[in-house]
């Protein structure tokens, strides 16, 4: 079984679409998260949510939004995709409210906006 | 600000042999974890070994190791007897207690037949 899991694997959409990415975990984790990996591999964060609390990365444009509908699960939505957001989205989550230890991955959401 | 920095974009090294991949990075706090992750061309995300700042013995985990100089904020990896399945984009993080995980810019490691 996948301890987190991403769909859609793959995305390609038009720009000015809105799209969502939805992220599952069952490990049973606090605090779930959504990186982003541009194309020269740099990961950065974009949000952490632990049920409680929404922890936003400033640079982040409000045409993200995480939603939450249960501690299990973190759905990303990309309102009006521009060129710059093709990338590849990795959900991640860990066991306690903060970073103490281990992140678990999921395998990655390439989208790409043409 | 709490940066990882990775000085090596690429590296190569002959099957079997061994090799060094470096990390430093900057912080202010005394408690902290370290942690290198792997990530093969299958994208996964996975994690190689972990290090407790307030542990000073090194961790290791089968061929890889670390040298973590905490003084000098140093996080070095070494992979011994390097086999194909090692060719892949290492990261090393950092994630101080209460915050976010931080990852360095990453090394592409290609083990040479």
């Known amino acids: 079984d996948t301890a987190v899991s991403q769909t859609p694997k793959y995305l390609v959409t038009q720009m000015g679409n809105d799209k969502s990415i939805k992220c599952e975990q069952n490990?049973?984790?606090?605090?779930m998260y959504w990186y982003k990996q541009d194309s020269k591999k740099f990961l950065k964060i974009m949000f952490s949510y632990n049920n409680k609390e929404l922890i936003i990365n400033e640079t982040v444009p409000n045409r993200f939004s995480p939603k939450s509908p249960d501690k299990a699960h973190l759905n990303l939505h990309i309102n009006s995709l521009e060129l710059g957001d093709s990338a590849v989205y990795f959900c991640?989550?860990?066991?306690?409210?903060?970073?103490?230890?281990?992140?678990?991955f999921g395998e990655g959401s390439r989208l790409t906006v043409l | 600000a709490q940066t990882v920095t990775q000085s090596q974009p690429e590296m190569s090294v002959q099957e079997a042999e061994t090799v060094t991949l470096s990390c430093t990075y900057d912080?202010?706090?005394?408690?902290?974890?370290l942690f290198w992750y792997k990530q093969p061309p299958s994208r996964q995300m996975i994690l190689v070994i972990r290090?407790?700042?307030?542990?000073?013995q090194n961790a290791t985990e089968n061929r890889f190791s670390v040298n973590f100089q905490k003084a000098a904020k140093s996080f070095s990896l070494k992979i011994s007897d390097s086999q194909l399945g090692d060719t892949a984009m290492y990261f090393c993080a950092f994630a101080p207690i209460n915050n976010d995980m931080r990852f360095g810019a990453g090394t592409r490691l290609t083990v040479k037949p």
């Open positions: 991640a989550s860990s066991p306690m409210a903060v970073s103490t230890g281990e992140l678990f």
């Open positions: 290090q407790e700042a307030y542990k000073q």
């Open positions: 912080t202010s706090e005394n408690n902290y974890y």
């Open positions: 490990l049973g984790h606090d605090t």
